[in-house]
């Protein structure tokens, strides 16, 4: 049986804050070409997570400890049309294949849980928000934090 106990959590949410990305994750999956991916991810608030989606897959997540804010765009990755804190007003979210999203830590030593399908498959700048490159981490999570639906970031 695999576990992720509380020591588990604590351990990886040092090693998010010690991390130069302020992220760190711990795999359930044995191999990164594995049909289904399940991890925890620790993330710190100012860690940076470009707007970006998957087309290959639909995600799952929930939070473990802390607070994420998620943010859905519409079909051009531009505009919100949805709007959800983890941890806070709703328990789990599952994204469709290629929605475009953001998720942003709310809370420091926050871990948040993701499945998808597998093999993993590294996010190319095709499906990373043309509009985000070149913002920094600071920029990028002080729109997240106020962002509401019909936001388009300016």
């Given amino acids: 049986m695999k576990r992720l106990d509380h020591a588990a959590l ?4 040092q ?9 760190a994750n711990h795999n359930l999956h044995e191999q990164l070409s594995d049909p289904v991916q399940r991890l925890a991810i620790a993330m710190e608030p100012d860690t940076l997570v470009l707007p970006h989606r998957h087309p290959h897959t639909w995600e799952v997540l929930f939070a473990l400890r802390g607070r994420f804010v998620v943010l859905v765009f519409d079909a051009e990755g531009q505009t919100v049309v949805e709007r959800t804190v983890l941890g806070e007003d709703t328990s ?4 469709p294949a290629g929605a475009w999203h953001a998720v942003m830590s709310l809370d420091s ?11 993993y498959v590294p996010v190319p700048a095709s499906d990373t928000a043309a509009w985000s490159a070149g913002l920094d981490a600071a920029t990028l999570n002080t729109w997240y934090a106020s962002a509401e639906v019909g936001a388009t970031y300016s």
Avoid at 15 to 23: K, M
């Fill in 10 to 13: 604590d351990q990886l949410a």
């Fill in 15 to 23: 090693q998010a804050q010690h991390s130069p990305r302020l992220r």
């Fill in 92 to 95: 789990v979210v599952e994204l």
């Fill in 109 to 119: 030593g926050g871990v948040i849980f993701e499945v998808k399908q597998g093999g």
